[in-house]
């Protein structure tokens, strides 16, 4: 079964840098995944497609401080130079025919 | 660019039936590349995925609401809709309709595009 596994919180200091991690289940590693960010009552946006060589696409918009990368079944998201206004929740979302599924999303506090 | 507008009732009663309609705009709904998708998010809690259409009529659900789910598309309107059946407080959630990559085969893809949300309340 197609499942991806997110740490519920992270946090980090204004103007750092930090990791967040997207698992894919077992039998899953070369799946793709995107990244969305949703902050405080907001809807989501659409931030990147993250391939499993690393490769990435950004959504229109998206400042250079967010990248992507992989390494077997995780996925990363990695926002450096931390801003007050990335503090959100981060969700990752992979997809399978006639499926799409979500993480349970990674809450960033920037302190 | 290509947006996303939901619409519908905020305030529904328990064992009855949710409606909401998706508006695109600056696009078309008939792409050959994407599909429609409804997502829900419930207070507090993450985003379930609750099913996708493609332009031709072609649907996929998530199985676990897919015997209350139906989900159609106008093309002449650029609309698609979503219909829940036999409401409970767990229905209670923010509705997303998004546009997500896909294929006729059914592979799909990242959503690229949310709307606002709609919020919606199942009463007793």
């Known amino acids: 079964q197609l499942v991806v596994t997110q740490s519920p919180s992270a946090s980090a200091s204004l103007g750092a840098s930090v990791k967040l991690t997207c698992t894919l289940s077992?039998?899953?590693?070369?799946?793709?995944i995107a990244w969305h960010q949703q902050r405080p009552a907001r809807g989501p946006r659409f931030l990147m497609r993250?391939?499993?060589?690393?490769?990435?696409t950004k959504g229109d918009g998206i400042p250079e401080r967010f990248s992507g990368s992989s390494s077997g079944a995780d996925r990363y998201l990695t926002i450096s130079s931390l801003q007050s206004e990335d503090e959100a929740d981060y969700f990752c979302?992979?997809?399978?025919?006639?499926?799409?599924?979500f993480g349970g999303g990674t809450t960033l506090t920037v302190l | 660019q290509v947006q996303v507008q939901e619409s519908g009732p905020g305030l529904v009663k328990s064992s009855e039936t949710l409606s909401l309609t998706c508006t695109v705009s600056?696009?078309?709904?008939?792409?050959?590349?994407?599909?429609w998708g409804w997502i829900r998010q419930s207070p507090g809690k993450g985003l379930e995925w609750i099913g996708s259409i493609y332009y031709s009529g072609k649907t996929y659900h998530n199985e676990s609401l897919k015997s209350r789910v139906t989900i159609s598309v106008d093309t002449s309107k650029s609309q698609f809709s979503l219909k829940l059946n036999f409401l409970t407080a767990a229905d209670t959630a923010v509705y997303y309709c998004?546009?997500?990559?896909?294929?006729?085969?059914?592979?799909?893809?990242?959503?690229?595009?949310w709307g606002q949300g709609t919020m919606v309340n199942v009463s007793s």
């Open positions: 979302q992979t997809w399978t025919t006639g499926t799409l599924v």
């Open positions: 077992s039998g899953h590693n070369n799946y793709a």
């Open positions: 600056g696009g078309s709904i008939s792409s050959s590349l994407h599909y």
């Open positions: 993250l391939n499993s060589d690393g490769s990435h």
């Open positions: 998004a546009r997500h990559s896909g294929f006729v085969t059914g592979l799909l893809g990242p959503v690229d595009i």
